[in-house]
């Protein structure tokens, strides 16, 4: 079987103990003193827990925030993400080995990614390719980033693209202003952590020379020693270092500061002696490596902001990631999977623009825009090489009606050119997907919503080979429906309470990239259905006391 169909899983965690308060403060007006627009009263405590619950949408997403990112001391992105509802991580015996699933869909037995998970980082797509038993490729230090999102299904992600089915995961890093908080100068900051069995050092510096320039250097080094299971006994071949570095700056100019360019370049480098192969259960069955890893992440960003100026907030972003895995086998064979290398560059210009209009009794916040994604894969001894061209346009509008609808439809449309690298294969699909959600939300701080989304999963490049398999769409459609509840003093002064519940149901059919009898000697997967129930809930006092619970 060459992925696992259904993913079927329980995933509760509470988070309690926790101390958090955010502070506001209070103004009234007071005309008896002359002169003085306003009364500074106080401060306002106001409770809330480490993570936020989203209450304020129908889309399905969790916000990993630098709080949070702090406190978690995750070694990798899916040991940062593994409590959100939905995700089930894929734990490989190193870093490199490691996948991220939602809702059944992303890392499975087989592939550290099936293609219907998105992974997002400044805008660039990375970690995505579909090989075998070698991981997600995802193993950049969460140290790098300010947050993280994690989108569920596919209603949130036509901005993102096509075929996410399961979900994405969409991840910021750091600027400098997060160091110096907007401050001219310079800030120097340096976290070391410890285990029983390793160490891992990050350090930032963050230079603003002036209020329109900043700099941003941050090189992470995370090493570990082999591991011990349950009973205690050492796991062998389970040690692994790798180093991240990211580098990013920003100039704002215009006579408000409307215009910025931002540049950022991030890598990560790991090297691995006589490993398994398999790098999800170090099973030696496979053969030993030498593999070396590499993932280069480049992009520019210009934005424009204009004050008062509610139809124009432009963003464009141009990015390439270049991801390599040179490895060899340690015992000199020549077994084409052992000696594979492989390697995929990938190009994409992203350009959209956020509007906020009213038509009558309607309210749009709308986005629109294109992306232009090239990617480009060499052949390898064990994987066909390839080019996959992309063109789409997407539109988002979140349309309030009154005070309680948010009626939300969303489009894309993509078109796609996919060509083996030797002419055998050549594949030309276009799609058009889309979704709409609805919310209601009553005066009590109660919300109703349910959605519907359709997206196509295009033929990807590892599937160019002889056999090809996938070589048409595969089509799905998802619908969810739930309730989220959020209000303060519910059952002391200042405190605040807040759940969303949400229930969806998946299926994919003309399914190509699902097997039974493994790879050469398999028979079709006629459909895939999934279905489920998440509940994120938070509460705190103002004491700070606070739980968090999420469950699948």
Same mark, same amino acid.
């Given at each position: ?74 070694? &990798?992105?899916?040991? @940062?993400?593994?409590? *959100? ?6 734990? #490989? /015996?190193?870093?490199? %080995? $490691? !996948? ?39 193993? &950049?230090?969460?140290? @790098?980033?300010?947050? *993280? ?6 209603? #949130? /992600?036509?901005?993102? %693209? $096509? !075929? ?347 399914v190509t990239s699902y097997t039974y009898g493994g790879r050469f000697t398999s028979s079709p997967v006629e459909r895939v259905e999934t279905s489920g129930v998440e509940l ?17």
């Open positions: 079987m060459r992925a696992r169909v259904l993913n079927m899983n329980f995933l509760g965690t509470v988070s309690a103990l926790g101390l958090a308060a955010g502070a506001a403060p209070l103004w009234a007006q007071d005309s008896e003193l002359a002169g003085v627009e306003g009364e500074y009263l106080g401060t306002i405590e106001l409770a809330q827990g480490k993570r936020e619950v989203q209450t304020g949408t129908a889309i399905p997403v969790t916000v990993v925030n630098q709080d949070e990112i702090n406190d978690r001391q995750a070694g &990798t992105i899916a040991e @940062l993400v593994d409590s *959100v509802p939905g995700v089930t991580v894929v734990n #490989g /015996t190193t870093p490199n %080995g $490691s !996948g991220i699933n939602i809702r059944g869909f992303g890392a499975n037995g087989s592939y550290g990614n099936d293609q219907k998970v998105a992974i997002i980082i400044d805008g660039a797509l990375s970690g995505s390719e579909e090989l075998y038993r070698i991981g997600t490729q995802q193993f &950049t230090d969460p140290a @790098l980033f300010r947050e *993280v999102s994690v989108i569920r299904g596919t209603v #949130g /992600t036509f901005e993102y %693209g $096509s !075929g996410i089915i399961g979900g994405a995961l969409v991840l910021e890093t750091k600027d400098a202003a997060d160091i110096t908080g907007g401050e001219i100068g310079a800030r120097f900051r340096q976290t070391l952590q410890a285990t029983t069995n390793g160490w891992a050092s990050s350090s930032i510096l963050a230079w603003q020379p002036m209020e329109t320039v900043e700099f941003l250097a941050n090189y992470t080094v995370r090493d570990s020693d082999d591991y011990s299971d349950g009973d205690g006994n050492l796991v062998a071949n389970t040690a692994s270092r790798s180093d991240s570095k990211l580098v990013k700056g920003r100039f704002s100019f215009g006579d408000a500061l409307e215009h910025s360019v931002t540049a950022s370049w991030s890598n990560t480098y790991s090297e691995e002696n006589s490993v398994p192969y398999d790098a999800f259960s170090g099973n030696t069955m496979f053969g030993l490596v030498n593999r070396e890893t590499e993932t280069n992440i480049a992009g520019l960003r210009y934005q424009w902001q204009p004050s008062g100026n509610d139809l124009i907030d432009l963003d464009v972003w141009l990015t390439y990631s270049d991801q390599t895995i040179d490895q060899e086998d340690a015992a000199g064979g020549s077994s084409a999977l052992l000696n594979a290398d492989h390697s995929y560059e990938t190009t994409k210009l992203t350009a959209k623009n956020s509007m906020y209009f009213s038509t009558g009794a309607l309210t749009h916040d709308l986005v629109a825009g294109v992306d232009i994604i090239r990617k480009e894969r060499a052949d390898a001894n064990s994987a066909p090489g390839g080019v996959d061209e992309r063109l789409a346009v997407f539109v988002v509008d979140d349309i309030s009606i009154g005070d309680h609808w948010i009626v939300s439809p969303s489009v894309r449309a993509e078109t796609q050119d996919l060509t083996s690298t030797d002419g055998s294969a050549n594949y030309d699909n276009s799609a058009l997907m889309g979704g709409l959600s609805v919310r209601y939300e009553f005066d009590n701080g109660l919300a109703l919503f349910g959605s519907g989304a359709y997206t196509e999963s295009m033929p990807i490049l590892d599937d160019l080979g002889t056999p090809a398999f996938m070589t048409m769409p595969e089509r799905s459609h998802t619908f969810e429906a739930g309730a989220s509840y959020a209000a303060n003093d519910v059952f002391a002064g200042g405190d605040s309470l807040a759940f969303k519940v949400n229930v969806y149901e998946t299926r994919l059919w003309d994120e809930a938070g509460y705190a006092l103002a004491s700070g006391l606070y739980a968090d619970l999420n469950a699948t």
